[in-house]
């Protein structure tokens, strides 16, 4: 029987689960909190934390707001829960 995920990483799943995968298929923070039913400081704190592994990519829309999505590294990693 396999454990309960670390929450972060059910942050990364969900991106892609959200098959943001690339820069056009970015997503907003508050999009991925809303699904996980959190506040969307904490999903962008993560996030960032993943940014700074290499695991995620942001950039900031035409409103302000910080999209984020999987990087090659990152699709990995969520791959390797599955395994």
């Known amino acids: 029987m396999r454990e309960e995920l670390p929450f972060p990483d059910k942050v990364l799943q969900t991106l892609h689960n959200l098959c943001s ?4 298929l ?3 923070g508050e ?3 809303r699904i996980l039913e959190k506040e969307p400081a904490e999903i ?8 700074s592994e290499g695991c995620v990519e ?3 829309d035409n ?3 910080k999209r984020y999505y ?3 590294k990152g ?3 969520v791959c390797s829960i599955f395994t």
């Open 21 to 24: 995968t690339a820069a056009d």
């Open 26 to 28: 970015a997503r907003r």
């Open 31 to 33: 999009e991925v909190a």
């Open 44 to 51: 962008e704190g993560i996030l960032d934390r993943y940014k």
């Open 58 to 60: 942001s950039f900031s």
């Open 63 to 65: 409103e302000g707001k």
């Open 70 to 72: 999987l990087t090659g």
């Open 75 to 77: 699709i990995i990693k």
